[in-house]
């Protein structure tokens, strides 16, 4: 007679949340914020644009792909440092180069509506720049980093940049991005500011001076960025009459059309009931 043993099933696996001290309603944006200067952005708008907003009310919530963003620059710049004082809060002072890229999504809500942001922080060494090139395609945001500290760095960044925009073809976001701000000095803060004012209009980007170290503009940044971002993917849909991977298969233009009609059968039934 054959013996049969009681299979055991696995416990399940039991999660601890851990504490990163993120502050997850730095995620929630409802106005378009503020850049570090308005004299030094190419994008001058003051909140987001009315199509924009009339897309976010619609009834059936609408997925436009996540915004691609790449960070580039030279080796030993704080491009990982910035993203990890972002995306978890914390700040290393050991060095450990980037090998290849790292990659980090974050999720924001944005006029209620769910947008996804993909980091994608490249390595600054000669040797990886093959392997990191390879991921330059199909961005919607450009952050071209340097430290404040080295100007020469801020130099190099031209030519970062135009690497990244000889593999996009399609209008992308840029932003100069200087970083260590911590460690200058109010002249020699100053001296530099200048020199990334002037890059900043000649590749016309939109600049911001932040510290890892201390967290001043980094949150600021990546909000800015992230809503830009949304702004323009939002339009830029609409124009093309995109599908948004709606559930009924709409577009967001059709969407938004649809919710007008309505509107409108709406308020000539009311004034037809009104003057019978």
Partial sequence: MPIYRKNKRPKPTSYEVLNNNVDYGTRRIEQLPRPYSCQVTPYRELDFSERTKRAAQAVVPFLLPPCKAIFIGDVSIGKTSLVNRFCHESFAGDYTATIGLDFEVERFQILNQSYNLQIWDTAGHERFKCIAQSYYRNTSVVVVAFDMTRPETLLNGKRWLDEALRLNTAPVLKFLVGTKKDLLGNQALCDIELEA????????????????????????????????????????????????????????????????????????????????
């Fill in 197 to 276: 004012i002037k890059m900043a209009y000649d590749i016309n980007a939109e600049y911001w001076p932040v510290s890892a170290r201390t967290g001043e503009n980094v949150t600021k940044f990546f909000r800015r960025m992230t809503a830009l971002a949304f702004d323009y993917g939002v339009q830029r849909a609409m124009e093309t009459n995109a599908s948004l991977l709606q559930p009924n298969g709409n577009s967001l233009l059709n969407l938004y059309f649809l919710r007008k009609e309505k509107k409108e059968k709406k308020f000539l039934k009311c004034f037809n009931c009104t003057i019978n």
